[in-house]
């Protein structure tokens, strides 16, 4: 207890947790980054790149429209379309753009298409991947961070959005994390009337094209389907664009001009899925994953997250986004989202709301726990201290991760105010074990594990001659308190 004392509450270790305290339980079977995709599917999607030909691309680009107001499926093919009237086929009010992936919307607005002036301002929320960040300043222009309310996971408020404006303000993105969805019609509207364009970043909110296309007051809306993100189809994106055909036509004529992601490329990415299933989903698999990483000197987590990343560090950076699907991705893309199902979608969002329920009553915070219009991606909680939590968790057999996604803070430029709840919540965010397919019993352990786990450490944590937090959010945390 007495070196303890000497450090500040940030730095404590696992070392520092009391012998009585430490207990060795079985792993549960390894959840942490979980593929949203069967193996069957996989070997469909590696078939189908087998045998889809460019000669196959505009058959199916017809299959992946979009209906406005109805937001229903366009079944009818190429073909049989172009056989009717203009006016018969021209049922897709809001014009689609596929893409490789979600970052090249943005490239492709900012400069490419729109063309803003150097020194223009993006106003974005507070949290977001360091890619979009980064586009935004590579293309000359200032990010403007605007913060959550961390109990909502909505803007904290939408006078916040205004009052950031300026005459440089050219974009405001909104980004729904971690399924979480939010009604931003008034503010948009506004936006429209000032000329302000308006993006929904909804990469990890899709929930079935029956049921969520965008905002009809958005100039665009944003969906990804990566990796491990829900649906997935490997790489590909979808935007919708709303009441403009100019900017649809530039994105799509610069798109044209891009290298192809061709077959061969889509292969084996498909291969690396199917080999992670196995590895990351299995007892067995985790074992050699965690061997593995032992052995190349890497941290167990760095080593997940970097099998699963879409894009690797140190690969140019806006080069590596510019790339057009080939006709086998939009094949499989258009398999995936026809293909979804609702059903199990629910399903698996009641599971996430009875684990977030059962955190919530025993004190635990679970961002976005006041809000119901939702689904699921990966499951967060705030900690008060990330890495000693994370390394008592693993103790414990639960494989608690810091950062399973890319998500961070978005800094403000000088002048600024700071997103304080933003800041606080990813220095202190855990991204728990729990996904659509975890077994009942082991959804069950799991929540009873990590209670445990954080009861017995806060606990610790509260005792005298244990340094304090300063932040008062985080003394709330050992408090137990609502936040």
Request: glycine share 4%; hydrophobic share 35%; with cysteine.
């Amino acid at each position: 207890m007495s070196s303890s004392s000497q450090k500040k509450f940030e730095d404590l270790k696992f070392q520092d947790i009391p012998k009585n305290l430490l207990k060795t339980d079985t792993n549960l079977s390894w959840q942490g980054v979980h593929l949203q995709i069967s193996p069957k599917k996989l070997l469909d999607g590696f078939k189908h790149s087998l045998t889809v030909t460019e000669k196959d691309r505009h058959y199916i680009l017809s299959k992946v429209q979009l209906k406005s107001i109805t937001i229903q499926r366009l079944t009818c093919c190429f073909q049989e379309t172009m056989k009717r009237k203009k006016s018969q086929y021209l049922q897709v009010l809001d014009p689609h753009l596929t893409c490789f992936s979600k970052q090249i919307f943005l490239c492709l607005i900012l400069s490419q298409s729109r063309k803003f002036p150097p020194g223009s301002e993006i106003i974005m929320m507070g949290i977001n991947i360091p890619d979009m960040v980064q586009i935004i300043k590579e293309h000359g222009l200032v990010p403007i961070p605007i913060d959550y309310n961390i109990n909502t996971m909505h803007p904290e408020s939408f006078d916040k959005v205004k009052e950031a404006i300026t005459d440089k303000t050219k974009c405001v993105l909104f980004a729904y994390l971690f399924g979480i969805r939010y009604d931003i019609t008034e503010i948009a509207a506004y936006l429209k009337e000032k000329k302000i364009d308006v993006i929904e970043d909804c990469a990890q909110s899709f929930c079935g094209t029956k049921r969520f296309v965008g905002n009809p007051n958005a100039t665009m809306t944003m969906f990804s389907f990566g990796l491990i993100k829900i649906q997935t189809a490997m790489y590909a994106g979808l935007t919708v664009i709303r009441d403009d055909d100019e900017l649809f036509n530039k994105m799509n004529a610069i798109q044209d001009t891009y290298p192809m992601y061709d077959n061969k490329m889509l292969r084996k990415r498909l291969l690396v899925a199917l080999t992670l299933l196995f590895f990351v989903n299995t007892t067995p698999g985790n074992k050699a994953l965690l061997l593995a990483a032992k052995m190349s000197g890497q941290e167990r987590e760095d080593f997940y997250v970097s099998l699963s990343r879409g894009f690797k560090p140190g690969e140019e950076f806006i080069t590596r986004f510019r790339q057009k699907p080939c006709a086998a991705l939009l094949h499989f893309l258009h398999e995936r989202i026809e293909n979804f199902d609702y059903e199990e979608f629910d399903q698996n969002t009641r599971k996430y709301q009875v684990a977030t329920d059962a955190f919530t009553k025993a004190g635990i915070f679970c961002p976005g726990y006041l809000s119901r219009e939702r689904g699921y991606w990966l499951f967060p909680i705030a900690v008060p201290n990330k890495l000693l939590f994370i390394d008592y968790m693993l103790s414990r057999g639960i494989n608690a991760y810091r950062g399973a996604t890319q998500l961070r803070y978005v800094n403000p430029p000088a002048g600024r105010p700071e997103c304080e709840q933003s800041k606080w919540l990813m220095d202190h965010v855990v991204y728990m074990p729990i996904h659509s397919h975890i077994g009942d019993s082991e959804f069950r352990e799991t929540i009873d594990r990590s209670i445990d786990c954080y009861y017995k450490l806060t606990e610790f944590l509260t005792k005298d001659g244990v340094p304090k937090p300063n932040h008062p959010i985080t003394k709330k945390l050992l408090e137990r308190a609502k936040i």
